[in-house]
């Protein structure tokens, strides 16, 4: 596709549960970036992928949140036994290469924990 | 480290008045600094960045940024407001060099255009 594809576009979960959310960044981006945006605030930096590999996820709020990009493109971010403040919309974005350039952002995934 | 302050979480003008959003910044090296736009139900795309170079930046759908240092600012401008610039906007702040690729986003500012 043309742009950052973030699916699923909503998703509500039950407290305790795993959620899976997945990014499918624009195609020959070697650096994905994943954001956490709660209600009324600026997104918050979770990590930082150059090509398959973390580069940075000192963003990740605690090990119940994992994210991996096994073949350098699409990227999976995990979320255990989710709890009401993980609500938030989470967002992804890719670049051409990190640092500098433009990162085009995805529309996100509205997470609802209830 | 970084941080943004974007004063007004709200603001509103009349189509055709000046646009005027703030944004101040802190960067304990030099700093690259971003505008974004975000409407309703969309991602966030970018207005206008500042690296190097002029300091007086024009962007996208006629707005304009200047980075003063001396006042650690980077306020957004648009002579004329249109009603289809009514969104969010984000002020953002990455350091300069290696750690370039993390922004910090301030709160946001939500912007409403009376007609």
């Known amino acids: 596709g043309a742009g950052v594809s973030q699916t699923p576009s909503n998703k509500v979960t039950e407290k305790g549960k795993y959620v899976e959310l997945r990014c499918d960044p624009i195609?020959?981006?070697?650096?994905l970036y994943w954001y956490r945006q709660s209600l009324g605030q600026g997104p918050e930096f979770l990590i930082y992928?150059?090509?398959?590999?973390?580069?940075?996820d000192s963003g990740l709020p605690n090990d119940r949140f994992f994210a991996v990009r096994p073949e350098g493109s699409v990227s999976t971010l995990k979320i255990q036994r989710t709890e009401r403040g993980d609500s938030a919309v989470y967002l992804c974005?890719?670049?051409?290469?990190?640092?500098?350039?433009?990162?085009?952002f995805g529309q996100g995934t509205r997470l609802t924990v209830v | 480290a970084q941080s943004v302050t974007q004063l007004g979480s709200h603001v509103s003008v009349s189509e055709g008045a000046l646009v005027l959003l703030r944004c101040n910044y802190s960067?304990?090296?030099?700093?690259?600094l971003f505008w974004y736009v975000q409407y309703p139900n969309q991602g966030l795309q970018l207005l206008l960045k500042?690296?190097?170079?002029?300091?007086l930046v024009k962007g996208i759908n006629g707005f304009e940024a200047e980075f003063k240092k001396s006042e650690t600012s980077f306020h957004l401008t648009k002579p004329s407001a249109h009603m289809s610039d009514a969104a969010e906007y984000f002020c953002?702040?990455?350091?300069?060099?290696?750690?370039?690729?993390?922004?910090?986003f301030g709160k946001g500012t939500k912007l409403s255009v009376i007609p």
């Open positions: 974005a890719s670049s051409p290469q990190g640092g500098g350039t433009e990162a085009f």
């Open positions: 195609s020959g981006h070697t650096a």
């Open positions: 992928f150059q090509g398959t590999g973390a580069a940075d």
């Open positions: 960067s304990s090296v030099p700093p690259y």
């Open positions: 500042y690296t190097t170079g002029a300091t």
């Open positions: 953002a702040v990455s350091a300069s060099g290696a750690g370039s690729y993390q922004l910090t």
